[in-house]
C-alpha cells in the first residue's frame, strides 16, 4: 500500500470498503496495521489479543463510516 495516498485515493478505497469490497478492506487493513501494532504493544511485547481485538473493531465498524 502506497503511504503516499492522495485524499482523493483514501476516500476511494473507504467507500469501496464500506461497499464490503474485500480488497479494499485488506489494504485499510494493511495500511493501518502499523498503528495497531503500536496500540495492541506494550513494554515492547506485542499483545496478540489485542491486535485482533482492534482488527475485528475495524472490520466490524467500517460499513457506518460516513464520508
Same mark, same amino acid.
Given at each position: 500500500? $502506497?503511504?503516499?495516498? =492522495?485524499? /482523493?485515493?483514501?476516500? !476511494?478505497? *473507504? /467507500?469501496?470498503? @464500506?461497499?464490503?469490497?474485500? #480488497?479494499? %478492506?485488506?489494504? @485499510? *487493513?494493511? *495500511?493501518? /496495521?502499523?498503528? &495497531?501494532?503500536?496500540?495492541?504493544? /506494550? $513494554? #515492547?511485547?506485542?499483545d496478540?489479543? %489485542?491486535?485482533?481485538?482492534?482488527?475485528?473493531? &475495524? *472490520? !466490524?465498524?467500517? =460499513?457506518?463510516?460516513?464520508?
Amino acid at each position: 500500500m $502506497n503511504s503516499q495516498m =492522495s485524499k /482523493e485515493e483514501f476516500r !476511494q478505497l *473507504l /467507500e469501496k470498503a @464500506i461497499a464490503d469490497d474485500k #480488497g479494499a %478492506v485488506a489494504a @485499510i *487493513l494493511d *495500511l493501518y /496495521e502499523p498503528m &495497531v501494532i503500536r496500540c495492541a504493544t /506494550e $513494554n #515492547g511485547i506485542l499483545d496478540e489479543d %489485542v491486535r485482533q481485538d482492534i482488527l475485528l473493531q &475495524v *472490520l !466490524q465498524d467500517i =460499513s457506518k463510516f460516513k464520508i
